[in-house]
């Protein structure tokens, strides 16, 4: 089975702070996504990358960051956290093959920020 | 921007109903429609597809019903039991320009089923 981990289930942050979201897929798979999730919003995208290396902007960039140093694991970065960026952050990855493949989600980062 | 309209935002029905949830959009670029379950404190996990070409998917006790030319397709979960109160996604594949793709998500259906 594929297996996404995110390295917190929950974390507490201050305003201001410079905070990282770690995921790591275990299926060599080239595609690697960031969602934030909130209720009555659904899943929205916020950055994406196809490759180590690559990265382009989802449908929410703004005020995040993302690195792919390395084919397994993506970080989101939150330059300076603000508190309108608490949330549900979902990690998920998918083979290449196109747009039929299906994302593997990891159980998600439940950030706080105070 | 693109969008994927769902419908309704919850749903109780009971044990062995028929709960039917709606998914609308707009964008004709759209070229495959999967739906995602998540129970609390997991992520989504792809519970069943479907191409533009195909009217109607069934796998188990979960059928996909696809209208493309007034682009809604909608999820049946026939016999439903307690184990499938979930919340469920629809959702929209598109090419990207970086040779990837990209889904966009309805705001997704929490689904009770009471015994």
């Known amino acids: 089975d594929v297996k996404v981990t995110q390295s917190s289930r929950y974390l507490v942050k201050r305003t201001g702070e410079k905070v990282f979201l770690e995921c790591v897929q275990d299926?060599?798979?080239?595609?690697m996504f960031w969602y934030r999730q909130d209720p009555g919003l659904g899943l929205r995208l916020i950055y994406f990358?196809?490759?180590?290396?690559?990265?382009e902007k989802g449908d929410i960039p703004e005020g995040y960051s993302v690195s792919r140093e390395k084919k397994e694991r993506f970080s989101l970065i939150l330059e300076s956290a603000s508190t309108n960026q608490t949330s549900m952050y979902l990690c998920?990855?998918?083979?290449?093959?196109?747009?039929?493949?299906?994302?593997?989600f990891g159980d998600g980062t439940r950030l706080s920020i105070l | 921007q693109q969008q994927v309209k769902q419908s309704p935002q919850s749903l109780i029905v009971q044990k062995g109903g028929i709960p039917i949830i709606n998914c609308a959009y707009e964008n004709t670029a759209f070229d495959y429609f999967p739906w995602y379950q998540q129970f609390p404190g997991k992520g989504p996990a792809l519970l069943i597809a479907?191409?533009?070409?195909?009217s109607e998917k069934k796998e188990g006790r979960f059928t996909i019903s696809f209208n493309k030319s007034a682009k809604q397709f909608s999820l049946h979960i026939m016999d439903s039991q307690p184990g499938d109160s979930a919340t469920y996604f629809c959702?929209?594949?598109?090419?990207?320009?970086?040779?990837?793709?990209?889904?966009?998500f309805g705001k997704g259906t929490k689904l009770s089923v009471i015994p």
């Open positions: 299926m060599d798979h080239e595609n």
């Open positions: 990358s196809y490759d180590v290396k690559m990265k």
């Open positions: 959702a929209a594949s598109t090419a990207s320009g970086a040779g990837s793709y990209q889904l966009t």
């Open positions: 479907i191409r533009p070409d195909v």
């Open positions: 998920a990855s998918s083979p290449r093959g196109g747009l039929r493949q299906p994302q593997h």
